[in-house]
């Protein structure tokens, strides 16, 4: 096949066509923390919103993490783990949607209605080291 061919054939196949033969190596760090009963996969600058945590807003809180991934390597046993703080900014507190539960028994004119909304705390990751 000419070169030509071969360019056309890999815009048919939907690569960018201009790409050059060598990667570029982008270091990735990223951990799972332990938030709240749940476990959330963050980076610096992450967003999570979580289960309520009594701390201030524009408080400093620390997450416990269960999985470090920096670049290549991946860290999961406890001991190495025990150095590894994830450090995080509170952004503030807030209630999630409402839900409702409703009980009824057939025959017997029982109903019974009740509602429920989870307190949550949003925070900012702000470091893994």
């Known amino acids: ?5 071969l360019k056309k054939q890999d815009q048919v196949r939907g690569s960018a066509g ?9 270091k990735v760090v990223y951990a799972v923390v332990r938030a709240g009963g749940r476990q959330e996969k963050v980076e ?19 997450l416990a993490p269960v999985l470090l991934v920096d670049g290549d390597k ?14 995080a900014e509170v952004l503030g507190d807030l209630r ?9 028994k057939n025959k017997t004119g029982y109903k019974k ?7 949550l705390t949003r925070v900012k990751i702000t470091g893994i080291k």
């Open 44 to 62: 610096v600058g992450t967003i999570v919103t979580m289960d309520r945590v009594k701390a201030d807003k524009d408080g400093k809180i620390e």
């Open 1 to 5: 096949m000419t070169s030509k061919q």
């Open 96 to 104: 999630g949607p409402k839900i409702v539960i409703q009980k009824f």
């Open 18 to 26: 201009n790409c050059s033969p060598t990667k570029r190596y982008v």
């Open 113 to 119: 209605r009740q509602g429920h909304r989870q307190e």
């Open 74 to 87: 991946i860290t999961s046993d406890a001991k190495s783990l025990a150095k590894v703080t994830v450090t």
